[in-house]
């Protein structure tokens, strides 16, 4: 199993910068894939980012060259570096971990953190 803590929303300005974490415990050594994901009220979740076991990183368009996402393996924790933020950017940011075994794949999520951008 694994779990996941993110941290480091709040509250921003326009143009502003967060950086969000997301720590993996438990088996991290199975998690392929970690992303972040994002939901503002009335609307559905959306990809944010994604980092996988290789380094290679997705990213959504809204984002491109404002986000980045990184990890640290000594820590078991994967960043999400936003700059230039925009009121838009304003959800609640979630990480999932894509844990892969022998005849078990299963998606876990942490409880998300709140980032809001006022204009």
């Known amino acids: 199993q694994v779990q996941l803590v993110e941290s480091g929303g709040g509250l921003v300005q326009a143009g502003g910068s967060l950086r969000l974490s997301c720590a993996a415990s438990?088996?991290?050594?199975?998690?392929?894939?970690i992303g972040w994901y994002r939901q503002a009220p009335g609307k559905q979740r959306e990809l944010v980012a994604t980092i996988s076991r290789d380094g290679s990183t997705n990213y959504a368009d809204s984002v491109k060259g404002r986000f980045t996402i990184s990890r640290d393996n000594a820590k078991n924790t994967v960043y999400l570096q936003m700059n230039s933020l925009k009121p838009e950017d304003t959800a609640v940011y979630s990480c999932?971990?894509?844990?892969?075994?022998?005849?078990?794949?299963?998606?876990?999520w942490g409880q998300g953190t709140q980032v809001t951008v006022s204009s």
């Open positions: 999932n971990a894509d844990y892969r075994r022998p005849f078990d794949r299963t998606i876990y």
């Open positions: 438990g088996s991290v050594s199975s998690i392929y894939v």
